[in-house]
């Protein structure tokens, strides 16, 4: 599985992004996907996660209300839609995939076996 992160740049505070994560693959669509990110001398941060079929979302509660996680299985294609950004979700964003169908309840220690290059996003105040 290949997981190719696109769509971050420089917004300013407030603003909105939608962050995609293109997955290669012919069985990528049964698995759980989702995406953490790595704020500048930081650790990984888990963000949030999606099942295989979109019916269940997970959200850290720093994003929650403000992110949105999202799929479409036909396009093999992943989203995070950001709305009103802040300073601090200045980071690197990247694309994870899960070893099952639906979110792992310890998602959030980091259960993924896939991840992509990462996409940047800056916000500027």
């Known amino acids: 599985v290949q997981l190719v992160e696109s769509g971050g740049g420089l917004v300013q505070a407030g603003g909105s992004l939608r962050l995609s994560c293109a997955a290669s693959g012919r069985t990528s669509s049964s698995y759980a996907l989702g995406w953490v990110r790595q704020a500048p001398g930081k650790g990984l941060e888990w963000v949030s996660a999606?099942?295989?079929?979109?019916?269940?979302?997970y959200y850290a509660e720093s994003v929650k209300g403000r992110f949105t996680i999202s799929r479409d299985n036909a396009k093999n294609t992943l989203y995070l839609q950001i709305n009103s950004l802040k300073s601090e979700d200045t980071a690197v964003y990247y694309c994870?995939?899960?070893?099952?169908?639906?979110?792992?309840?310890?998602?959030?220690?980091?259960?993924?076996?896939?991840w992509g290059q990462g996409t940047q996003v800056t916000v500027s105040s």
């Open positions: 999606i099942s295989w079929n979109g019916d269940s979302t």
């Open positions: 994870t995939k899960y070893p099952s169908s639906s979110v792992p309840p310890h998602a959030r220690r980091g259960e993924y076996d896939y």
